[in-house]
């Protein structure tokens, strides 16, 4: 096995606990379209088909290896079309505009780049109203920022107002595997 096929176990693990507390936190309705960025091993993704029945769940990441542990996962949620799949990244989501009901991305929004082209596309794909929930371990937003928290939830919220994202709300979370920040915001509504 080589070392990309044991990040996945190890992410399953360390982020399982903010997954369903993101999850918890949105409290989606079973007929929401929720979209997850970054869905990495699938535990989220997971979490979501226990709620979603009739909705739709689409998920978004980079990485091949992260997609057959997230298929393998949630093999039969993949095949009676409750879950979707996709390659790609957050600065160019493949859906057309006003798609989803809410998004979520867990331990990944510190990396998104561009920034600010990213959470435009996430302002895009999000119908009038709809809320976006994100849970990251504070020594994650340290590694990949070189930032305090508070400073990079400062440049988040002006970002995500900047691109239409209003109600942000940022609050410390402790998750059973360390320290998190939790972040939410919601488009506006027409």
Do not use: Y
């Amino acid at each position: 096995m080589d070392g990309t096929r044991l990040v996945a176990p190890i992410m399953a693990r360390v982020n399982s606990d903010t997954e369903r507390e993101a999850v918890a936190h949105l409290a989606p309705a079973p007929n929401e379209d929720v979209l997850v960025i970054g869905f990495g091993p699938g535990i989220g993704l997971r979490v979501l088909a226990g709620v979603i029945t009739t909705g739709h769940i689409a998920g978004i990441d980079p990485s091949q290896v992260m997609h057959e542990s997230a298929r393998r996962r949630n093999r039969a949620a993949c095949e009676r079309g409750l879950i979707e799949l996709r390659h790609g990244r957050a600065d160019a989501l493949p859906w057309p505009d006003r798609s989803f009901d809410s998004v979520i991305a867990n331990n990944n929004i510190q990396m998104w780049e561009p920034f600010k082209v990213s959470v435009a596309e996430v302002a895009r794909v999000l119908r009038p109203g709809g809320r976006f929930v994100s849970f990251t371990h504070e020594w994650a937003i340290h590694r990949s920022t070189g930032m305090t928290t508070d400073d990079w939830t400062g440049q988040a919220t002006a970002v995500f107002r900047d691109c239409g994202l209003a109600e942000t709300r940022s609050w410390r979370a402790d998750a059973r595997s360390g320290p998190s920040v939790a972040f939410t915001a919601r488009r506006a509504a027409l």
